[in-house]
């Protein structure tokens, strides 16, 4: 767990905030009026908050910009005898969204923060607004996801890895170790940017994994995919309507090698068949590394519009 006032030269500027509600010390910025329109912010795997810290400022003036991080990762503590899998992420989220009350909310998803945001939203269809995905899965039922994501792994490198490393008893040695793999993990998972890459961003990325047991964050999410033991919920018919009743985007970088977009913009579109989709050329998995401007100005314009 990084120390809660961890600033990595000034790129990280936010208050600290935690919560208990979850069962273990949940870090989250929030950041702009309390009376704002609530955009919530999920990472994925393995990054946290960090992802976010260009976003946060271009809403923050108006909204309310709420940004936790998932048991395991960034500033949030790890504890040992908790799982690690979607359905923990989707409870641990449900404890602190009741805690604030959150409302109206806007999801911003990335990578395994579409899972966890979509869960979210089968339970509660009444506290969304709108749905944003961003290189993030948006499973919500549909019949053919076993498929895609199956169709997905077979030609990304980072599940192609996750499969194998599991089969030969790899996954949990190399995963705890990475607070010094970091960047090849990343890489792996792709941003096509190298610039990004300074002194304050690798400690950023690495810090939270400093020991392996603060790696089981990581190690769950990757062996969940490996085991099949992630629990994808199904909405019942009033989630599914009103879901499918908000307004939508997805915003996806096609050099993504991770989550390619034709195994899974067509999740996405399947439930929001009028949503826009803005497809970015030259940007990789982590879209908000490589086009952090281009993104926000896209998702402000699509919340004013809206």
Request: negative net charge.
């Amino acid at each position: 767990m990084i120390q809660s006032d961890a600033t990595f030269d000034g790129t990280f500027p936010f208050t600290p905030h935690f919560s208990a509600a979850p069962g273990f010390r949940m870090h989250y910025v929030d950041e702009g009026p309390r009376h704002g329109e609530v955009v919530l912010c999920l990472h994925g795997e393995p990054t946290w908050g960090y992802l976010f810290r260009h976003l946060v400022p271009a809403l923050s003036a108006t909204h309310r910009v709420v940004v936790p991080d998932h048991m395991g990762f960034g500033k949030s503590a790890t504890p040992a005898q908790r799982s690690y899998w979607l359905q923990d992420h989707v409870d641990n989220l449900e404890a602190l969204v009741h805690a604030l009350d959150l409302t109206n909310i806007t999801l911003v998803m990335h990578d395994f923060g579409g899972p966890v945001g979509m869960g979210f939203a089968t339970r509660h269809p009444d506290r969304i607004r709108r749905i944003i995905s961003a290189n993030g899965p948006t499973p919500f039922g549909q019949s053919d996801l076993f498929e895609r994501i199956t169709a997905n792994a077979r030609v990304s490198p980072w599940f192609q890895w996750i499969a194998k490393a599991e089969a030969n008893g790899e996954l949990e040695p190399v995963l705890g170790q990475l607070g010094f793999n970091i960047l090849s993990t990343l890489k792996l998972n792709g941003f096509e940017n190298n610039a990004i890459i300074t002194d304050a961003w690798l400690s950023a990325y690495g810090a939270p994994f400093a020991r392996p047991a603060d790696c089981l964050g990581a190690i769950g999410w990757a062996k969940g995919f490996a085991t099949g033991v992630h629990t994808f919920a199904t909405p019942d018919p009033v989630a599914d309507r009103l879901i499918r009743s908000r307004p939508a985007l997805a915003i996806w970088g096609e050099a993504d090698r991770t989550l390619h977009a034709e195994h899974f913009l067509p999740l996405f579109s399947a439930i929001f068949p009028a949503a826009p989709v803005r497809r970015l050329a030259g940007v990789g998995h982590y879209c908000f590394e490589d086009a952090p401007e281009e993104i926000g100005n896209l998702i402000a314009e699509f919340i004013r519009q809206t």
